[in-house]
């Protein structure tokens, strides 16, 4: 059973930055696609970036310029680093990761962008 628990969320000013982390449990993490999705309230759950094993990424237009997504296959981590953040940034953000076939879900992790 994967296991993903995401953390780095909180609350912060419009044009400020955070960096989420989530760790994986399964060691072979490193061989799959990694993403970051976010849901606000009362909207469906968005892609927001990808990451290949190679190191690959991928953004979604909204974010794109402000968000990098990076991992370490070493520490079973994916990273989101979010700069210059707007007020509809805020949402549950999720880590996902794709293991032959099944989609496996962190917790997720609250960021809260407002002055």
């Known amino acids: 059973q994967v296991q993903l628990v995401e953390s780095g969320g909180g609350l912060v000013q419009p044009g400020g930055s955070l960096r989420l982390s989530c760790a994986a449990s399964?060691?072979?993490?490193?061989?799959?696609?990694l993403g970051w999705y976010r849901q606000a309230p009362g909207k469906q759950r968005e892609w927001v970036a990808a990451?290949?094993?190679?190191?690959?990424?991928n953004y979604a237009d909204s974010v794109k310029g402000r968000f990098t997504i990076s991992r370490d296959n070493d520490k079973n981590t994916v990273y989101l680093q979010m700069n210059k953040l707007k007020p509809e940034d805020t949402a549950v953000y999720y880590c996902?990761?794709?293991?032959?076939?099944?989609?496996?879900w962190g917790q997720g992790t609250q960021v809260t962008i407002s002055s």
């Open positions: 996902n990761v794709g293991i032959l076939g099944t989609d496996y």
């Open positions: 399964e060691s072979i993490f490193s061989i799959y696609a």
């Open positions: 990451i290949s094993p190679g190191g690959r990424t």
